[in-house]
């Protein structure tokens, strides 16, 4: 199945994708853009162009788990998300993984500019294998 994972932020929203075997997850660009409506738009767009059949959210969870505000927020985006595509999307638990984007982006002496232009894109891509991950290892969950 292809699934769409998204990074939503308030100026760049990341998106990665995998291929039909769920082997691969790969980044598959930034959308920059402000405004909610606009961006939830752009991502189904995108949803649609790369043949989706579900779509991942990252939900930035508190660290002791609770949802704040910009998990509330990530969850609206979300919620319109699913009436646009018409797809399936599932809230992903996102904690650390721009940490562990920048951490990436360190190692590969990602500097500047090339740095944000793709560091949520890098943190899509954490967050849909690490999706994919869980789907391998809990196959009945799904």
């Given amino acids: 199945m292809v699934i ?14 995998c291929d039909r075997g769920e082997m691969l997850a790969s980044p598959a660009g930034v ?20 043949k989706a059949e579900e779509i991942v959210v990252g939900n930035p969870l508190n660290m002791n788990g609770t949802a704040g505000d910009r998990s509330r927020l990530c969850c609206e985006f979300g919620d319109r998300l699913r009436e646009l595509s018409g797809l399936p999307v599932r809230m992903w638990d996102e904690r650390s993984t721009t940490v562990s984007a920048i951490h990436y982006l360190n190692v590969t002496d990602t500097r500047g500019k090339r740095r944000r ?3 949520d894109a890098v943190a899509a891509t954490i967050i849909l294998e690490n999706y994919l ?10």
């Fill in 31 to 50: 959308i920059q853009e402000w405004d909610l409506e606009k961006t939830a738009r752009r991502v189904a767009e995108e949803a649609a162009r790369l």
């Fill in 4 to 17: 769409l994972a998204v990074d939503y932020g308030d100026a760049r929203t990341g998106l990665a994708v």
């Fill in 117 to 119: 232009a793709v560091v």
């Fill in 133 to 142: 991950s869980y789907r391998r290892n809990h196959p009945q969950k799904d």
